[in-house]
C-alpha cells in the first residue's frame, strides 16, 4: 500500500523559499509512477502545483512556473517541492500525491500547514 | 491553460435525493475527467476516473458520465456519510487543472 507523509517547516517569512518534502512507502519511486504536489488555501479550492517523474521530468503549473522547483531524491524514496519568493497568498494546505497512470491523483499525503507570516 | 467550470458551488438535499454536479471545460478534454471527494480535514478521495469509471470499493451510487466538454457527477441516492466538497479534475498533457468544488450539505 502506498503512504505518502509530508514534512517541512509550518511558518515561513515573506520572499522566503517554502521547503517541503514527501515520503514515500510502500512503493520504490525508481520503479515508475508521477509524483505530484497540490495546494489549497483556507476555505478554498484545489491548486495543482506541479509534478515530476522518476526519471526527473518536471511538469509545472504556468501560474507557478517562474517560483516553483520539484526534485525526487530515489535514494530517500522522497521528493520535494520549493517555492520561492512566497507572500501571505501561499498560506495553504499543501499535498503531495502519487499517480499511476499519469491521469488521476490516486494517492495523497494527509497534507500540511504551511503559513507565511512574518 | 484549460480552465473547468463547475456548478453548483454548494448543494442542499436531503437523504435518499438524487443529485447532480456538472463540470464544463474550456476545451474538449476528451474522457479525461475525475471527481474526488474531499471531506473536512482530511485529502481528497478519488471516485470516478476517465468521466465514467468507477474506483474500486466507491459505492455504486455515485457515477458519471460525459466526453469533450461537458460532464456530469451523480449521486443516485444520497446518504449521510456523502457530506463532502466535491472537484472535478482534467488532465491534459501532463498539466491539471481542478473545478471550483461544490460543498453539499444535508437539507
Known amino acids: 500500500q502506498v503512504q505518502l507523509q509530508e514534512s517541512g517547516p509550518g511558518l515561513v517569512k515573506p520572499s522566503e523559499t517554502l521547503s517541503l518534502t514527501c515520503a514515500v512507502s510502500?512503493?520504490?519511486?525508481?520503479?515508475?509512477?508521477?509524483w505530484g504536489w497540490i495546494r489549497q488555501p483556507p476555505g478554498k479550492g484545489l491548486e495543482w502545483i506541479g509534478s515530476?517523474?522518476?526519471?526527473?521530468?518536471?511538469y509545472y503549473n504556468p501560474s507557478l512556473k517562474s517560483r516553483v522547483t520539484i526534485s525526487v531524491d530515489t535514494s530517500k524514496n522522497q521528493f520535494s517541492l520549493k517555492l520561492s519568493s512566497v507572500t501571505a497568498a501561499d498560506t495553504a494546505v499543501y499535498y503531495c500525491?502519487?499517480?499511476?497512470?499519469?491521469?488521476?491523483?490516486?494517492?495523497w499525503g494527509q497534507g500540511t500547514l504551511v503559513t507565511v507570516s512574518s | 491553460d484549460i480552465q473547468m467550470t463547475q456548478s453548483p458551488s454548494s448543494l442542499s438535499a436531503s437523504v435518499g435525493d438524487r443529485v447532480t454536479i456538472t463540470c464544463q471545460a474550456s476545451q474538449d478534454i476528451s474522457n479525461y475527467l475525475n471527481w474526488y471527494q474531499q471531506k473536512p480535514g482530511k485529502a481528497p478521495k478519488l471516485l470516478i476516473y476517465d468521466a465514467s469509471n468507477l474506483e474500486t470499493g466507491v459505492p455504486s451510487r455515485f457515477s458519471g458520465s460525459g466526453s469533450g466538454t461537458d460532464f456530469t457527477f451523480t449521486i443516485s441516492s444520497l446518504q449521510p456519510e456523502d457530506i463532502a466538497t466535491y472537484y472535478c479534475?482534467?488532465?491534459?498533457?501532463?498539466?491539471?487543472?481542478f473545478g471550483q468544488g461544490t460543498k453539499l450539505e444535508i437539507k
Open positions: 500525491a502519487g499517480l499511476e497512470g499519469a491521469t488521476t491523483f490516486d494517492y
Open positions: 515530476i517523474y522518476h526519471s526527473g521530468s518536471t
Open positions: 479534475q482534467q488532465y491534459d498533457n501532463l498539466h491539471y487543472t
Open positions: 510502500g512503493y520504490s519511486i525508481s520503479s515508475g509512477y508521477y
